[in-house]
């Protein structure tokens, strides 16, 4: 299995275009603090990739990485579809992006698919291009992506909606996923969990035998929304479970890398210097790098 990390940032990305603080005014001046919209690329086959969760950035996240250009073909491309681990705006906007393809095929779970379909109407806006073709992202028990060596399961970690489907009626409650996924051909598993408003018992069960361990890193205590002045709620309130609360479970895992991705503007870890990302070190916990290849 192989993984490339294409983007590490909460939604608005760093810098924000709205957002003066500490955060993102340093990173307007250093490139190095720049940070794209979380995402990464899974090697579904060889020279077949999935994308999980397509975000405003797709296009450029695409073309950062080479394996994921197009060829020989003038319209070939490596990239066979897209993985929603939820329907939120900052990971289903790059969706209409790939309005080019010939075929685009995106697996997600139902209450996924209802808000996209239903909600943000994306399957009338793309019919004239390229009509989606949806792919059911299975809860109960893994299966087989396109009959490939991987096997990819969603784990429920929350109920949490985006605000445009607060009133969606989609029949199923699968709305934030972590995905879990394993390679049948060695047994890695990789477990990818950028949202989580909890940490359930089937997550614990899910990152048992998890050899590479991507989390919700948005925040870094449960105050920094409120105290940065953009809200008036907190962490968890906004469903993310925040570093302080999540940093000494995942540095009990078993497995070989545990990293935090999804960083919001305001975390201060967006700051290569500060003393979290030597904390978080002495743990065992890595800060997710773009560009990055992650082979379990």
């Known amino acids: 299995m192989r993984l490339l990390i294409l983007g590490t940032a909460a939604g608005g990305g760093v810098p924000q275009w709205n957002c003066a603080c500490p955060g993102c005014a340093a990173a307007r001046t250093d490139p190095a603090r720049r940070r794209r919209h979380a995402s990464v690329?899974?090697?579904a086959a060889d020279g077949r990739w999935y994308i999980v969760n397509a975000t405003p950035d797709i296009g450029e996240q695409i073309e950062e990485h080479a394996v994921l250009h197009p060829g020989p073909g003038r319209r070939d491309s490596p990239v066979a579809g897209v993985i929603l681990t939820d329907a939120e705006l900052d990971h289903t906007l790059g969706v209409p992006r790939l309005?080019?393809?010939s075929g685009l095929r995106i697996v997600a779970t139902g209450a996924v698919r209802a808000a996209l379909a239903d909600g943000l109407r994306l399957d009338r806006v793309l019919a004239p291009y390229a009509g989606p073709t949806w792919a059911p992202l299975p809860v109960r028990e893994p299966e087989p992506l396109d009959g490939g060596p991987l096997e990819i399961q969603g784990i429920r970690v929350s109920g949490k909606r985006p605000r445009y489907a607060a009133a969606l009626d989609a029949g199923d409650d699968a709305w934030v996923v972590a995905l879990r996924v394993r390679d049948r051909r060695d047994g890695k598993v990789l477990v990818y969990?950028?949202?989580l408003a909890d940490w359930p018992a089937e997550l614990d069960e899910a990152l048992r035998d998890a050899d590479?361990?991507?989390a919700d890193g948005t925040f870094w205590d449960d105050d920094e929304p409120r105290r940065a002045g953009f809200t008036e709620r907190t962490a968890?309130?906004?469903g993310h479970l925040p570093i302080a609360r999540t940093?000494?479970?995942l540095a009990a895992l078993p497995a070989a890398r545990r990293l935090?991705?999804?960083l919001n503007n305001t975390n201060p870890l967006v700051d290569p210097d500060d003393a979290g990302h030597r904390r978080l070190a002495a743990a065992g916990i890595e800060v997710a790098r773009e560009g990055a290849v992650i082979e379990p």
Request: with cysteine; aromatic share 4%; hydrophobic share 45%.
């Open 236 to 238: 968890t309130q906004m």
């Open 41 to 43: 690329a899974v090697e």
């Open 99 to 101: 309005r080019e393809a």
């Open 260 to 262: 935090y991705t999804h």
């Open 247 to 249: 940093a000494a479970r």
């Open 212 to 214: 590479c361990v991507l």
């Open 193 to 195: 969990a950028p949202c």
